[in-house]
């Protein structure tokens, strides 16, 4: 057999973003690189394009959250799709009371602005079903209104932020539990053009300028979990590294009493 001869049966591992319970229909988002993802870009870019594909999975296992109060997510890039499924599913159990979480941060680091239309239908669709039924929304998908919980701390630059500490919260719609952190080196303007440190959009969303200080943000969460802590990284080398570094440097006591919740 020629080499070669088997090369129109490729397999790419692509990720579900959104998949829906009830129904069969589901979305890949795919990065396009060289080869097979680059010419499939190409096929798209003239609009709507009508592919058949075989689809075959899923592969691995996933991870049960459902038993950690506070859920600790870091992603960067294309990575934010390695987390969007647990963040459906754990405010899917949350309303229907089948989850310890009560607290979900998730802080994304993005290699330009234009990956944040990656995922915004998809993660403002999961901001709205953790919303109580009486919060105001805004319908415009890149800007979400907040939902009464009190803000983290966000200082007055990107090296004095600190969403790991989460304030008791309040208000009407005080029962959501996600907050979002989106960091990136493109620039951030206010409703006046300006361009600014950070920008909330609503009191769950922050677009921050500069790179998550990752220690900081886990030291923080340490002093402010709810019940037991897990830390998921989908990210590249070094923000991995660094997660790895902060966890294996945190005392044996404070590790004890992280089991023992």
């Given at each position: 057999m020629r080499p070669g001869f088997f090369s129109i049966l490729q397999r790419h591992p692509f990720m579900v973003a959104d998949k829906e319970s009830e129904d069969h229909d589901f979305q890949l988002r795919i990065q396009p690189r060289a080869g097979f993802t680059n010419r499939l870009l190409a096929r798209t870019l003239g609009g709507t394009t009508e592919l058949s594909a075989f689809i075959e999975?899923?592969?691995?296992?996933?991870?049960?959250?459902?038993?950690?109060?506070?859920?600790?997510?870091?992603?960067?890039?294309?990575?934010?799709?390695?987390?969007?499924?647990?963040?459906?599913?754990?405010?899917?159990?949350?309303?229907?009371?089948?989850?310890?979480?009560?607290?979900?941060?998730?802080?994304?680091?993005?290699?330009?602005?234009?990956?944040?239309?990656?995922?915004?239908?998809?993660?403002?669709?999961?901001?709205?079903?953790?919303?109580?039924?009486?919060?105001?929304?805004?319908?415009?998908?890149?800007?979400?209104?907040?939902?009464?919980?009190?803000?983290?701390?966000?200082?007055?630059?990107?090296?004095?932020?600190?969403?790991?500490?989460?304030?008791?919260?309040?208000?009407?719609?005080a029962s959501v539990i996600i907050d979002v952190y989106i960091y990136g080196d493109y620039e951030i303007l206010d409703e006046a053009g300006h361009a600014v440190p950070y920008k909330r959009a609503g009191s769950r969303i922050a677009e921050v300028k500069g790179k998550p200080d990752v220690q900081q943000i886990i030291n923080d969460v340490l002093e402010t979990r709810v019940g037991r802590l897990v830390i998921c990284v989908c990210a590249h080398r070094q923000m991995r590294q660094q997660a790895r570094e902060v966890i294996a440097h945190t005392s044996h006591t404070q590790k004890k009493k992280l089991l023992a919740n």
């Amino acid at each position: 057999m020629r080499p070669g001869f088997f090369s129109i049966l490729q397999r790419h591992p692509f990720m579900v973003a959104d998949k829906e319970s009830e129904d069969h229909d589901f979305q890949l988002r795919i990065q396009p690189r060289a080869g097979f993802t680059n010419r499939l870009l190409a096929r798209t870019l003239g609009g709507t394009t009508e592919l058949s594909a075989f689809i075959e999975g899923p592969y691995g296992h996933g991870f049960d959250l459902r038993d950690f109060g506070t859920v600790v997510l870091f992603a960067s890039g294309i990575g934010i799709v390695g987390h969007l499924a647990y963040v459906q599913k754990l405010v899917r159990d949350y309303r229907q009371s089948k989850t310890k979480t009560r607290d979900l941060l998730l802080v994304w680091h993005v290699d330009n602005k234009y990956q944040l239309d990656l995922v915004w239908e998809v993660m403002n669709n999961i901001l709205r079903r953790d919303d109580l039924p009486a919060a105001a929304m805004r319908q415009d998908t890149r800007a979400l209104f907040g939902s009464g919980k009190m803000d983290r701390y966000l200082g007055d630059s990107s090296n004095n932020e600190s969403p790991g500490i989460r304030p008791a919260p309040h208000g009407e719609n005080a029962s959501v539990i996600i907050d979002v952190y989106i960091y990136g080196d493109y620039e951030i303007l206010d409703e006046a053009g300006h361009a600014v440190p950070y920008k909330r959009a609503g009191s769950r969303i922050a677009e921050v300028k500069g790179k998550p200080d990752v220690q900081q943000i886990i030291n923080d969460v340490l002093e402010t979990r709810v019940g037991r802590l897990v830390i998921c990284v989908c990210a590249h080398r070094q923000m991995r590294q660094q997660a790895r570094e902060v966890i294996a440097h945190t005392s044996h006591t404070q590790k004890k009493k992280l089991l023992a919740n």
